[in-house]
C-alpha cells in the first residue's frame, strides 16, 4: 500500500508521463485561454466603431460634403488599423522581452544554484498550503520533468495560456479596428445624406452595445452592464466630436 508521499509523487510522475492530448481531450474549457485574443479582439473593435464614428459625426456636424465625409471615415479606418497594430505590438513584445529576461535570469540561477532554487520552490508550495515534506518531494518531481518550466509558471507567473504574443495581438487588434470601423463606414454609404448624423449615431450606438454583449457573454460577465458601459463611453465620444465639429464647422 503506497504512502501519501509516495501516492503523491506516483501521481505527479503519472501527470508529466502521460501524453498531453490524452488528458487536455478531457479537460473542461476555461475562459482564460481566450483572454489574450479576447481582449486585443474587443478593444480593436470598440476603438474602430467609436473613433469611426464619432470622426464621421464630427465631420458630419461641421456641414462639410459627403464625399469628405467618406473621406475622413476611409483614412480612420487605414490609419487606425495601422495605428493598433504598431501600438499592440510594441506593447505586447515588451511584455514578451520582459518575460524572455526573466526565464533567461531563472536558467542561469538553475546551473549555478539549483538547491537554493529547489528550496525557493519547496518554499512556494509550503506557502500554498503542503506541508514541507510533501513540497520538497513535490518540487523535486517537477523540476527533474522541467526546472525552467515549474519555476516559470509557479515563481514567475509565466504559463502557455497568458505568454505574450506580439504578433497575434497586433494582427488581432488591426483586424478588429478594420472590422469595427467598417460598420459605421457601412452607414456613410448608405444613410441618406440630409440624416447622416443620427444614422451614424444610432447604428454606432446599437453596434457598441452588442459588441460589449458579445464580449461580456464570451468572457462571462455581466451582458447589460457591458453592453450599457460600452455604449455610454461611445455616445459620449460622438457627442463631444459632434459638438466640436458644429462649433467650428461651416455654418448652414
Known amino acids: 500500500m503506497l504512502s501519501r508521499g509516495n501516492y503523491t509523487a506516483t501521481y505527479i510522475s503519472f501527470l508529466f508521463t502521460v501524453p498531453h492530448s490524452h488528458y487536455r481531450a478531457h479537460a473542461e474549457p ?63 513584445h515588451s511584455q514578451a522581452d520582459t518575460e524572455k529576461a526573466d526565464l533567461a535570469q531563472e536558467r542561469r540561477e538553475l546551473m549555478r544554484n539549483p538547491a537554493g532554487e529547489h528550496r525557493e520552490l519547496t518554499g512556494i508550495y509550503v506557502r500554498r498550503g503542503l506541508d514541507p515534506q510533501l513540497a520538497a518531494e513535490v518540487a523535486t518531481q517537477l523540476m527533474e520533468h ?37 460598420l459605421p463606414l457601412a452607414v456613410v454609404l448608405v444613410a441618406p445624406p440630409q440624416s447622416l448624423l443620427p444614422w451614424t449615431v444610432a447604428t454606432s450606438i446599437f453596434f457598441l452595445a452588442l459588441l460589449g454583449a458579445i464580449a461580456a457573454a464570451i468572457g462571462g460577465a455581466s451582458v447589460v452592464r457591458s453592453a450599457l458601459r460600452v455604449a455610454f463611453w461611445g455616445t459620449l465620444a460622438m457627442a463631444v466630436t459632434a459638438g466640436i465639429g458644429a462649433l467650428f464647422g461651416t455654418p448652414p
Do not use: C, K, Y
Open 30 to 92: 476555461h475562459r482564460t485561454g481566450r483572454i489574450g485574443w479576447l481582449r486585443a479582439s474587443v478593444l480593436g473593435a470598440n476603438d474602430g466603431i467609436i473613433s469611426t464614428a464619432s470622426m464621421i459625426a464630427g465631420v458630419a456636424a461641421a456641414n462639410v460634403s459627403h464625399a469628405s465625409i467618406l473621406t475622413t471615415a476611409i483614412a480612420a479606418l487605414a490609419a487606425g488599423s495601422m495605428s493598433m497594430a504598431a501600438g499592440e505590438f510594441v506593447s505586447v
Open 146 to 182: 522541467d526546472a525552467l518550466g515549474s519555476h516559470a509558471r509557479d515563481e514567475i507567473g509565466i504559463t502557455e495560456t497568458l505568454r505574450a504574443r506580439p504578433l497575434q495581438a497586433a494582427v488581432a487588434s488591426a483586424a478588429s479596428f478594420a472590422v469595427g470601423a467598417a
